[in-house]
C-alpha cells in the first residue's frame, strides 16, 4: 500500500469514528470553534466551523497532503512545468498576474515580457475604445461591446462584468456564447451597428459556436455598413493568431494569449479584454494584484493556515469521506450571480476526470455537482431541499460586509441577516420537541400538533462553509476568484487527476460535427442508433407541419 492509500485509508477510517458527529452539540460545548475552525488572510475570512470536522480530521487532511505531494505539485505548476501531462503543457495562468519583475520561465524563455507586453496593447486598445479615439466607420464612439465566446471565453469576462459593475466606466458589455441563434438574435436587437464593436474570443479560433456566431455578427455588420467596415468593428483574443487573420481581423486588433493558458483560467489573460473595456486598465490591474496577493498567501502560509488548502480539503473531506455528491455556491451578492456558472466550469471541466495522472482508475470519488444561485433568491428556490430534503448538500456561502449603496444599508443589514440565518439554520436545525413547542406556542390542539410537527422538523447538522471579506472591488474580486482556482488545484492533486485537460468535451463535439449533415436532411440517419434516428425524424416532421 503507498503512503497515498494508507493514508487516506486512515482518513476514512477517521470519519467511520466520528460518523455521528453532531454540529449542534458540539458548538453548544465549545465557544472556541469559531476562532479554531477559522482561518484569515487580511481581510479575506474563511469559516469552517459548520463542518463536521475536528483537530484529527485536519492532522489527517493534512497529512494526505503532504503524502500526495501538494507542496511539490503546487511548486511545479508555478515554475511552468509541464503538469498538464496529457497535452505536454505548463499551467502558468499565475504567471499572468505576477507582475512585470517576476522571472518565470516557460521551456527556456522568460515570459513575464510577453505578458506585460500584451497588457499593454490591452490597455492601449481598451482606453482608445473607452475615449473614443477609435470609431467606428461611420465615425462615432462605440457604445456596446459585444463578446462573442463559450466556456473560458465568456464565462469569466461576463462574470466579472457584472461582480465589478460599480467601477463600470466605459461602453454596455454584451455576452454571446449560445450557438442557438436566440442568443446573438436578442443581443443585437436595438444595437446600432455604427457604435457595435465585437471582440471574438476564442483560444483555438475553431470553436464550432463561436464561429458560427463570429460569421452571423460579420454579416450583421457588413450588411448595414458595408464589407471594409468589418475590420473597424472587429477585434479579437486568440492563441491561433494565423487562423484569426484568415478570419480578416486587423492585426493590431488581435491580441494573443499562450497555450500555458488554460481556458477556464484566461480571465487574467487578452479574454479579459472586455473586462478591461467595461472597467479601464487600472481596475484590471488590481484584479490581476488581488490574484497575486492570493498566490503569494497559496505558495506561503502553512498548509494549517493556507485559504485555498483548507477549501480544498474540507471540499475533499466532504467529498470522498462524507460521501456528499455536490456543493452549492450560494454568493449573498447579485453581482455575483454567474460566479456558480463560472465554477461549474472551472471546478467540474477541471475535476470531472475518472482515472488519474497514471491512467488507472480513480481511487476515490473525483470532482462534486457544484451548483447555485445568489442569495436570497435561491432562499426562496432551492433552500427547501437544503433543509429537509434527503440529500445533505453542503453550502459554500460568499457574502461581503459591505455593499455599494450606502443609501441602502438596510438592504446590506437584511442581505447579512438572511445569510448568517440560512447556516445556523442548517447547523442547528430544529428536533421534533422544539416543533411542537412552537406549535403549541401558537395554541394549535394536541391532535393537529402531532399531525403537523414532524413537517416542520429540521435535521439540522448539515455542514456549510462561509468566505466573508470587505467588499466585492476588483482586488477582492481578483483574491476570490483565485482562491477558487487553487481550491479546485487542491482537490485534483488529492484526487491524484489532472485537473488541465478537459477530453471529456470532445466525444459531443465530433457526433455534434457528424450530425449536422444528417439534420440538415443531406445525409441519412439510418446508420445512427434508433432513438437518434427517431428524434431527427420527428425533428423533419415537426418542421413540415
Ligand atoms: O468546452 C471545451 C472548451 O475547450 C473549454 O475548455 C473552453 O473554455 C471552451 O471550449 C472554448 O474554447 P475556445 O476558447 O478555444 O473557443
Same mark, same amino acid.
Given at each position: 500500500?503507498?503512503?497515498?492509500?494508507?493514508?487516506?485509508?486512515?482518513?476514512?477510517?477517521?470519519?467511520?469514528?466520528?460518523?455521528?458527529?453532531?454540529?449542534?452539540? =458540539?458548538?453548544?460545548?465549545?465557544?472556541?470553534?469559531?476562532?479554531?475552525?477559522?482561518?484569515?488572510?487580511?481581510? %479575506?475570512?474563511?469559516?469552517?466551523?459548520?463542518?463536521?470536522? =475536528?483537530?484529527?480530521?485536519?492532522?489527517?487532511?493534512?497529512?494526505?497532503?503532504?503524502?500526495?505531494?501538494?507542496?511539490?505539485?503546487?511548486?511545479?505548476?508555478?515554475?511552468?512545468?509541464?503538469?498538464?501531462?496529457?497535452?505536454?503543457?505548463?499551467?502558468?495562468?499565475?504567471?499572468?498576474?505576477?507582475?512585470?519583475?517576476?522571472?518565470?520561465?516557460?521551456?527556456?524563455?522568460?515570459?513575464?515580457?510577453?505578458?506585460?507586453?500584451?497588457?499593454?496593447?490591452?490597455?492601449?486598445? +481598451?482606453?482608445?475604445?473607452?475615449?473614443?479615439?477609435?470609431?467606428?466607420?461611420?465615425?462615432?464612439?462605440?457604445?456596446?461591446?459585444?463578446?462573442?465566446?463559450?466556456?473560458?471565453?465568456?464565462?469569466?469576462?461576463?462574470?466579472?462584468?457584472?461582480?465589478?459593475?460599480?467601477?463600470?466606466?466605459?461602453?454596455?458589455?454584451?455576452?454571446?456564447?449560445?450557438?442557438?441563434?436566440?442568443?446573438?438574435?436578442?443581443?443585437?436587437?436595438?444595437?446600432?451597428?455604427?457604435?457595435?464593436?465585437?471582440?471574438?474570443?476564442? &483560444?483555438?479560433?475553431?470553436?464550432?459556436?463561436?464561429?458560427?456566431?463570429?460569421?452571423?455578427?460579420?454579416?450583421?455588420?457588413?450588411?448595414?455598413?458595408?464589407?471594409?467596415?468589418?475590420?473597424?468593428?472587429?477585434?479579437?483574443?486568440?492563441?491561433?493568431?494565423?487562423?484569426?487573420?484568415?478570419?480578416?481581423?486587423? *492585426?493590431? /486588433?488581435?491580441?494573443?494569449?499562450?497555450?500555458?493558458?488554460?481556458?477556464?483560467?484566461?480571465?487574467?489573460?487578452?479574454?479579459?479584454?472586455?473586462?478591461?473595456?467595461?472597467?479601464?486598465?487600472?481596475?484590471?490591474? &488590481?484584479?490581476?494584484?488581488?490574484?497575486?496577493?492570493?498566490?503569494?498567501?497559496?505558495? *506561503?502560509?502553512?498548509?494549517?493556515?493556507?485559504?485555498?488548502?483548507?477549501?480544498?480539503?474540507?471540499?475533499?473531506?466532504?467529498?470522498?469521506?462524507?460521501?456528499?455528491?455536490?456543493?452549492?455556491?450560494?454568493?449573498?451578492?447579485?453581482?455575483?450571480?454567474?460566479?456558480? +456558472?463560472?465554477?461549474?466550469?472551472?471546478?467540474?471541466?477541471?475535476?470531472?476526470?475518472?482515472?488519474?495522472?497514471?491512467?488507472?482508475?480513480?481511487?476515490?470519488?473525483?470532482?462534486?455537482?457544484?451548483?447555485?444561485?445568489?442569495?436570497?433568491?435561491? *432562499?426562496?428556490?432551492?433552500?427547501?431541499?437544503?433543509?429537509?430534503?434527503?440529500?445533505?448538500?453542503?453550502?459554500?456561502?460568499?457574502?461581503?460586509?459591505?455593499?455599494?449603496?450606502?443609501?441602502?444599508?438596510?438592504?446590506?443589514?437584511? %442581505?447579512?441577516?438572511?445569510?448568517?440565518?440560512?447556516?445556523?439554520?442548517?447547523?442547528?436545525?430544529?428536533?421534533?420537541?422544539?416543533? /411542537?413547542?412552537?406549535?403549541?406556542? &401558537?395554541?394549535?390542539?394536541?391532535?393537529?400538533?402531532? &399531525?403537523?410537527?414532524?413537517?416542520?422538523?429540521?435535521?439540522?447538522?448539515?455542514?456549510?462553509?462561509?468566505?466573508?471579506?470587505?467588499?466585492?472591488?476588483?482586488?477582492?474580486?481578483?483574491?476570490?476568484?483565485?482562491?477558487?482556482?487553487?481550491?479546485?488545484?487542491?482537490?485534483?492533486? %488529492?484526487?491524484?487527476?489532472?485537473?488541465?485537460?478537459?477530453?471529456?468535451?470532445?466525444?459531443?463535439?465530433?457526433? +455534434?460535427?457528424?450530425? *449536422?449533415?444528417?439534420?440538415?436532411?443531406?445525409?441519412?440517419?439510418?446508420?445512427?442508433?434508433?432513438?437518434?434516428?427517431?428524434?431527427?425524424?420527428?425533428?423533419?416532421?415537426?418542421?413540415?407541419?
Amino acid at each position: 500500500m503507498s503512503a497515498y492509500e494508507a493514508a487516506l485509508e486512515a482518513l476514512k477510517d477517521h470519519a467511520r469514528g466520528i460518523a455521528d458527529f453532531d454540529l449542534r452539540d =458540539t458548538f453548544a460545548k465549545d465557544r472556541d470553534r469559531f476562532a479554531r475552525f477559522s482561518a484569515s488572510h487580511d481581510d %479575506l475570512l474563511l469559516d469552517y466551523s459548520k463542518c463536521a470536522v =475536528t483537530e484529527e480530521t485536519l492532522d489527517r487532511l493534512v497529512k494526505l497532503a503532504q503524502v500526495a505531494g501538494l507542496a511539490e505539485r503546487r511548486e511545479e505548476m508555478f515554475s511552468g512545468k509541464h503538469i498538464n501531462i496529457t497535452e505536454d503543457r505548463a499551467v502558468l495562468h499565475t504567471a499572468l498576474r505576477a507582475g512585470a519583475n517576476s522571472a518565470i520561465n516557460v521551456d527556456g524563455q522568460d515570459i513575464a515580457s510577453d505578458v506585460e507586453s500584451v497588457l499593454r496593447d490591452m490597455s492601449k486598445f +481598451a482606453e482608445a475604445v473607452r475615449s473614443g479615439s477609435i470609431k467606428g466607420t461611420s465615425g462615432k464612439p462605440f457604445t456596446d461591446v459585444v463578446n462573442i465566446g463559450i466556456g473560458g471565453s465568456d464565462l469569466g469576462p461576463a462574470m466579472a462584468t457584472l461582480a465589478l459593475a460599480p467601477f463600470h466606466n466605459g461602453p454596455r458589455l454584451h455576452y454571446v456564447s449560445n450557438v442557438d441563434g436566440a442568443h446573438i438574435a436578442d443581443t443585437l436587437d436595438g444595437l446600432d451597428p455604427a457604435t457595435t464593436l465585437f471582440i471574438v474570443a476564442s &483560444k483555438t479560433f475553431t470553436t464550432i459556436e463561436t464561429m458560427t456566431n463570429a460569421r452571423t455578427a460579420r454579416d450583421w455588420i457588413a450588411k448595414a455598413l458595408g464589407e471594409d467596415a468589418v475590420s473597424a468593428h472587429f477585434a479579437a483574443v486568440s492563441t491561433a493568431l494565423d487562423k484569426v487573420a484568415d478570419f480578416g481581423i486587423d *492585426q493590431d /486588433r488581435i491580441f494573443g494569449f499562450w497555450d500555458w493558458v488554460g481556458g477556464r483560467y484566461s480571465l487574467w489573460s487578452a479574454i479579459g479584454l472586455p473586462i478591461m473595456i467595461a472597467v479601464g486598465a487600472d481596475s484590471f490591474r &488590481k484584479m490581476l494584484e488581488g490574484a497575486r496577493d492570493l498566490d503569494r498567501h497559496f505558495r *506561503q502560509a502553512p498548509l494549517r493556515e493556507n485559504l485555498p488548502v483548507l477549501l480544498g480539503l474540507i471540499g475533499f473531506w466532504h467529498r470522498v469521506a462524507r460521501g456528499y455528491p455536490a456543493r452549492a455556491v450560494i454568493p449573498y451578492d447579485q453581482r455575483l450571480a454567474r460566479l456558480p +456558472a463560472y465554477l461549474q466550469q472551472l471546478d467540474m471541466e477541471s475535476n470531472g476526470k475518472r482515472v488519474r495522472l497514471d491512467g488507472t482508475d480513480a481511487l476515490t470519488p473525483t470532482g462534486p455537482l457544484v451548483w447555485g444561485e445568489p442569495g436570497t433568491n435561491g *432562499q426562496h428556490a432551492f433552500f427547501q431541499l437544503l433543509h429537509q430534503g434527503t440529500d445533505v448538500i453542503p453550502v459554500e456561502f460568499i457574502l461581503a460586509a459591505k455593499g455599494h449603496e450606502p443609501e441602502l444599508k438596510h438592504h446590506h443589514d437584511l %442581505l447579512i441577516a438572511n445569510c448568517l440565518a440560512q447556516s445556523e439554520a442548517l447547523m442547528k436545525g430544529r428536533t421534533l420537541e422544539e416543533a /411542537r413547542a412552537q406549535l403549541q406556542a &401558537k395554541g394549535m390542539d394536541a391532535e393537529k400538533i402531532e &399531525k403537523i410537527a414532524p413537517h416542520r422538523v429540521f435535521p439540522g447538522n448539515r455542514p456549510s462553509l462561509t468566505i466573508l471579506y470587505e467588499t466585492l472591488d476588483p482586488y477582492s474580486f481578483g483574491r476570490l476568484i483565485a482562491l477558487y482556482e487553487h481550491r479546485v488545484f487542491v482537490e485534483g492533486v %488529492l484526487f491524484g487527476i489532472n485537473s488541465f485537460d478537459q477530453w471529456g468535451v470532445e466525444l459531443g463535439k465530433e457526433l +455534434a460535427t457528424e450530425l *449536422q449533415p444528417v439534420v440538415e436532411g443531406k445525409k441519412s440517419a439510418d446508420d445512427r442508433d434508433a432513438s437518434t434516428a427517431g428524434l431527427v425524424a420527428q425533428v423533419k416532421a415537426l418542421r413540415e407541419r
